[in-house]
């Protein structure tokens, strides 16, 4: 850690202002989480301008909180705890504004169930997250014999009627996005990266990767202004594809198709039907340990409900849930912003229980990775939500004070023995 005061490795052997660096080790801490905040914030916001939509006190609070983090601002570490939750506030009201761009442009996503796998004949597999280069690629696909396919971020694309009515998405194929390097050197057309996360790709496969918009990587052809030509004349060059069904997927339940049941939702509680949400979702990634939302998964019993969002889906979705009394058991809400409608729907259900979100029969088992994960548990925390199970581990760039101060106000818990959780979640809240 540096130190900002003595200019020298915080505690090491050049430090000379002790008792000053653990201070700043602190407002480090929360100054770089501010910094992961606004890149999360700044993603959403960028998705929702290509979209034609802003917010003037979103950007407003971008620059004031991208001032604070200048060296020798400012030392006091109450007045940059209170930005962090600012910046929760904000990333709520950007993934707000997000939804709606969505809904206003694509409409309102119902519950889709998607085939997994390939098709016989030429096709295009779209990555990331921007759902406005897919619509484009899916206009200038149109009548070409090219079949697209949703991967990773994608796909709750299909969620959406302006973008399912074109007969040529047919499907999802792969997982998220840090099986890329195998997923992709296997699916033999042209892959296109719309945003983060991109693997770097294989020597293999890199002549079919195209990227556009903000995703990038070096030797690998970038599309501009979404005119999507080269990629199409490379499916059309390339063999096609092999038939490989294998199984379905769902996705679409948009807070307002979750909401639409929130009767039956409210009704089979007060029957004891449904026992417990669960949320499990989040970032996924390739470090050791993220098997323990695959295991808690498949371990939540029978009368649960699972709620998810963004890549980490993957670890769970492979699987038939079932149903209670026609309430779908796993309820994909979409992809990482779309943790928005998780949020819609929790705070739906406090209003209909009379209790507060902590005192629902819901617990949040979130995975994180990268800045949108960040952004999104800011927003957690801005809300007042307490006892988030977080993992794989805990953020390192929280000093261990700040992170104490986090556990103490909010709870938050690290990923323990699957079992021991799991009966601890489910004792932890009832509501009448
Ligand atoms: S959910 Fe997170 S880890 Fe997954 S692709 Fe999106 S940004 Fe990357």
Redesign the pocket.
Known sequence: MFCYQCEQTAGGTGCTKVGVCGKDADIQSLQDALMFGLKGIG?YAYHARELGAKDEQVDAFMHEAMFATLTNVDFDLSRYMELVLRAGEMNLRVMEMLDKAHTSTFGSPTPATVARGTKAGPGIVV???DLLDLYELLKQTEGKGINVYTH??MLPAHGYPKLREFKHLVGNYGT???NQRKEFDEFSGPILVT???IMIPKDSYKDRVFTCGIAGAAGVKHIKNRDFSEVIEKALSLPPLAESEQGTLSTGFHHTAVLGLADKIVEAVRAGKIRHFFFIG????AKPGRNYYSELAEKVPDDCVILTA???KYRLNGRDYGDIDGIPRLIDTG??NDCYSAVKIALALADAFGCSVNELPLSLVVSW?????VAILLTLLHLGVKNIRLGPSLPAFLSPNVLNILIEKYNIKPLGDVDGDLAEMLGERVAG
Not at 282 to 285: A, E, H, K, T, V
Request: net charge negative.
């Open positions: 993603a990555t990331g997250h990773g971020e998220a996005w840090q945003t983060n996360c989040g970032c996924d990634g963004a890549c980490g992809q990482c990775y990268e800045q949108k994960a």
